[in-house]
C-alpha cells in the first residue's frame, strides 16, 4: 500500500503511535537532538568532532530540526580560561552549524571560582564572559534558525517554534542556580543576579504562554536538575539555609501550572546529574534528565508526534537506543 492511495494527512491520522522505524512515521514526526554536560573529556571531544566523531555522524545522519546543549559544555575540574571556553564553543558550533540552542551550566561560569581550578575566576566575570562569547560572538549557534525569538533581558533564554513544536531555553543552573558557593564575587551581588535570572526566567514562561495558540507541545531546556530526590527531600528555603534546602520548587511549580493553564504537552528537559531517564509527571507534563555526565556518553533523541495525544514525546539515545530509564528516582 502506498502513499499514492491515501493522502499524506490520512496516512499521519493512522499513526496513533509513533512507529518510528518506518519511513511513515518520519513523514508524521518531528526529531530534536539534546545533548547535556558534555564535552568534558578528549574521548567525547573526539565523539563530537567531524566528519568521523560517531557522535558527529549520528546527529547528522538523524538530520534533527534542531539541536539543543543544557549546558556544562566543559569539565567543572577544567580552569574557565578563554581559550578553553572559546575551543569548546568551536567543537559545538561544528557539530551542527547555526541550529544549535544553547544554555548555560554551573560548569561553564558559576563554578569557575573553585579554589582547586588553576587561574579560577570571578564568577560573575565568567558569567558576562560566557554570554558575550555565546550568544553576541560570530558564528552564532543559532544562525541557521529563522524566527528564533530571544528575550531582551537576559538572551540566553531563546525561543523557537517549528511545525507547531515550541522549544525553549531558560537559564538555570546547578549549584543551588548560582546561591552557594561564592568564592570570588561579592555575595550580595551574586544573590541579586541570582533573583534577577528568576524573575526574567518566569517572565519567559508567561511569555511562553501568551504564544501558546502558536504550538501544539513545547519543550524546556536547562542544567540544573531540580527533580532529583535529595532536592525534592531537602526543606523549604530561608536566608540562612541555602546549602541544605530547595530552591527550585517554585519553579516546579511554575512549570505545572503552565502544563495545564495551556493544557498542551510539555516536556522539562535538563542534565546536571548522572541518571539518565524519562517519565511522565503529570498529564500534559514529562520529564527528561538527558544523557552525559560521565555516565553515559551519548545524546538523546526526542521525537515528537503530534499526532499522538497520549505518547507525544519519544526518548531514546542515540547510540544506545535501549535507553533512557523510564522514571527518574536518582
Known amino acids: 500500500m502506498t502513499l499514492g492511495i491515501y493522502s499524506w494527512q490520512k496516512r499521519c491520522l493512522q499513526l496513533t503511535f509513533l512507529l518510528f522505524t518506518t519511513t511513515s512515521s518520519i513523514l508524521c514526526a518531528q526529531t530534536v537532538v539534546v545533548l547535556a554536560d558534555t564535552p568534558y573529556s578528549d574521548k567525547e571531544k573526539h565523539m563530537l568532532q567531524g566528519p568521523n566523531g560517531i557522535l558527529y555522524r549520528l546527529i547528522n545522519e538523524a538530520k534533527p530540526t ?17 581559550e578553553l571556553l572559546k575551543e569548546h564553543k ?7 552549524p547555526g541550529k544549535i540552542i544553547y ?20 564568577e560573575l566575570e565568567r558569567h558576562d564572559f560566557l554570554i558575550k562569547l555565546m550568544f553576541e560572538t560570530s558564528p552564532l549557534l543559532t544562525q541557521n534558525l529563522p524566527s528564533i525569538i530571544t528575550q531582551e533581558k537576559q538572551i540566553e533564554n531563546k525561543l523557537w517554534i517549528n511545525d507547531r513544536l515550541a522549544i525553549s531555553t531558560l537559564h538555570i543552573v546547578g549549584t543551588s542556580n548560582g546561591r552557594v558557593n561564592i568564592g570570588k564575587s561579592n555575595q550580595v551581588d ?48 530561608d536566608d540562612t539555609s541555602l546549602n541544605k534546602c530547595d530552591v527550585f520548587s517554585f519553579y516546579r511549580q511554575a512549570f505545572s501550572d503552565l502544563a495545564k493553564r495551556i493544557n498542551k504537552p510539555v516536556l522539562i528537559s ?32 526526542v521525537i515528537f508526534n503530534k499526532q499522538s495525544t497520549e505518547n507525544p514525546f519519544i526518548v531514546s539515545g542515540l547510540i544506545n537506543p535501549d535507553l533512557p530509564n523510564i522514571g527518574c528516582e536518582n
Open 66 to 82: 534542531v539541536v539543543m546543549h543544557l549546558g556544562d559544555f566543559k569539565s567543572g575540574v577544567k580552569s574557565c580560561t578563554d
Open 90 to 96: 568551536a567543537l559545538l558550533a561544528q557539530t551542527y
Open 103 to 122: 544554555t548555560p551550566g554551573d560548569n561553564d561560569w558559576t563554578d569557575c571560582d573553585r579554589i582547586s581550578l588553576l587561574p579560577s575566576f570571578d
Open 190 to 237: 551574586a544573590i541579586k543576579k541570582v533573583n534577577k535570572r528568576d524573575e526574567a526566567n518566569l517572565a519567559w514562561l508567561k511569555n511562553i504562554e501568551d504564544k501558546a495558540k502558536n504550538f501544539d507541545a513545547l519543550i524546556i531546556g536547562f542544567q540544573a536538575d531540580m527533580y532529583q530526590k535529595s532536592v525534592l527531600e531537602s526543606g523549604v528555603c
Open 270 to 301: 535538563h542534565g546536571d546529574t548522572g541518571a539518565f531517564c524519562f517519565e511522565r509527571l503529570d498529564n500534559n507534563l514529562w520529564h527528561l534528565n538527558a544523557a552525559g555526565d560521565f555516565q553515559y556518553l551519548d545524546a538523546t533523541k
